[in-house]
């Protein structure tokens, strides 16, 4: 997964309830930025429903690094993507897998998800804790705000002052693409740039086929919101 060039992660937290014949289940789940924050938000759900009977858990995350701006530290070394489970002494494969498959279902990453079971009295068998945890981490993850996080460049766009106007004109149909983040007015038009990483070329062939003196230079990449 080291070419993952987008992917799709909660905006927030979500929670939900599900009660299945006395016993109750309840979904929490989080973005997470990699391992430690996962098993840290993992401690606090342990400590929270610490009278629980489970608290099974399930993630994906990218192995190192982090998400964001660039400029504010948060570059990322574009790692594999790890996945951890755990059925808490639920049967084997009855609770941790099924939750980690709904989570790859949905494509998401940076993703933690924590089930707490209060047992009600009566064994739902194989068949119905699959059910119950998996309806539980649907119902926690369908209604929840997502983002998408895109595999970003940052870009310096050196201009002539007699091109910058065409830029911006030019840019303007490909807001998808790249954005400008800020600009300065010295002996030419400097433009700081946030851009895909899969839309690397449209840029620099929109800056060269304005002005031939066009300067560009691309930073490392990161994962952040375009």
Wanted: charged letters at 20%; hydrophobic letters at 40%.
């Amino acid at each position: 997964m080291s070419n993952l060039r987008s992917f799709r992660s909660l905006a927030g937290q979500a929670e939900s309830e599900l009660q299945v014949k006395n016993s109750k289940f309840i979904g929490t789940a989080t973005q997470v930025w990699n391992e430690p924050d996962a098993l840290a938000f993992l401690n606090k759900m342990r400590t929270k429903y610490k009278d629980a009977s489970h608290n099974v858990f399930a993630f994906r995350v990218l192995t190192y690094g982090f998400m964001g701006d660039e400029s504010a530290g948060q570059s990322v070394a574009l790692g594999s993507l790890l996945e951890r489970q755990s059925d808490d002494g639920e049967p084997s494969g009855t609770a941790g897998k099924p939750v980690l498959d709904i989570i790859s279902g949905m494509g998401l990453v940076n993703v933690c998800v924590n089930v707490t079971r209060y047992f009600g009295g009566t064994l739902l068998g194989t068949g119905g804790l699959v059910r119950a945890y998996q309806e539980t981490v649907r119902k926690t993850l369908l209604p929840a705000q997502l983002c998408e996080y895109r595999r970003l460049l940052p870009a310096r766009l050196n201009i002539p002052y007699s091109v910058y106007n065409k830029f911006l004109h030019a840019s303007g149909a490909y807001t998808d693409s790249y954005r400008i983040a800020e600009s300065a007015f010295t002996d030419d038009v400097c433009l700081d740039i946030i851009c895909a990483e899969d839309s690397s070329q449209l840029l620099r062939s929109t800056a060269i086929s304005l002005a031939q003196s066009a300067r560009l230079a691309f930073g490392k990449p990161y994962y952040g919101v375009l």
